[in-house]
T-cell receptor, first 114, second 112 residues
Framework: GAVVSQHPSWVICKSGTSVKIECRSLDFQATTMFWYRQFPKQSLMLMATSNEGSKATYEQGVEKDKFLINHASLTLSTLTVTSAHPEDSSFYIC??????????FGPGTRLTVL | DQQVKQNSPSLSVQEGRISILNCDYTNSMFDYFLWYKKYPAEGPTFLISISSIKDKNEDGRFTVFLNKSAKHLSLHIVPSQPGDSAVYFCAASAGTASKLTFGTGTRLQVTL
């Protein structure tokens, strides 16, 4: 149990385009989903927290207009990187949590912006 | 300000021996701690957790110890196996289903 999927696993896009990443909890209902990014050899940095049906809460320094988060249902959250630039290239990971404390992570999405 | 620290970036242990990974935190509001294992280009996999009301939690080969007064936790893996080779992150949160603050990770290499 507690499986979280992400799609796509790897995406390459041109600078200035937008990219959407999906995060799904496959076998449980996620009341809360989290989005992280990880730069090479660094820790996971929380970008935002989203609760189903409400606006996401962004961490300090994360541009909410650039990283659009939608948590449309208890099993799906999406992160859209708008007008992507090369510095947005990173490994993006989502996690999902139900009423318990444990967060379960997706496999991650590697974004490369050319 | 790194609220969760893993001061050892890497650790090498022989197969069959005990691996001890350490983690320190500074925020006294943290009351829930987790360990995750991560392979390159994959998401973290949950290993074990501990609440601040406990000082030890065991699950198979994995045991987590929490010393609240020292703000220190450790993960013991015994016996270590080659398949345990990965990066291990400790994480902490304040409250139920709250956001996690991760340490910088420790790369464990289990040698034959």
């Amino acid at each position: 149990g507690a499986v979280v999927s992400q799609h796509p696993s790897w995406v390459i896009c041109k600078s200035g385009t937008s990219v959407k990443i999906e995060c799904r909890s496959l076998d449980f209902q996620a009341t809360t989903m989290f989005w992280y990014r990880q730069f090479p050899k660094q820790s996971l940095m929380l970008m935002a927290t989203s609760n189903e049906g409400s606006k996401a809460t962004y961490e300090q320094g994360v541009e909410k207009d650039k990283f659009l988060i939608n948590h449309a249902s208890l099993t799906l959250s999406t992160l859209t990187v708008t007008s992507a630039h090369p510095e947005d290239s990173s490994f993006y990971i989502c996690s999902a949590s139900s009423s318990t404390d444990t967060q379960y992570f997706g496999p991650g999405t590697r974004l490369t912006v050319l | 300000d790194q609220q969760v620290k893993q001061n050892s970036p890497s650790l090498s242990v022989q197969e069959g021996r005990i691996s001890i990974l350490n983690c320190d935190y500074t925020n006294s509001m943290f009351d829930y701690f987790l360990w995750y294992k991560k392979y390159p280009a994959e998401g973290p996999t949950f290993l074990i957790s501990i609440s601040s009301i406990k000082d030890k939690n065991e699950d198979g080969r994995f045991t987590v110890f929490l010393n609240k007064s020292a703000k220190h936790l450790s993960l013991h893996i015994v016996p270590s196996q080659p398949g345990d080779s990965a990066v291990y992150f400790c994480a902490a949160s304040a409250g139920t289903a709250s956001k996690l603050t991760f340490g910088t990770g420790t790369r464990l290499q289990v040698t034959l």
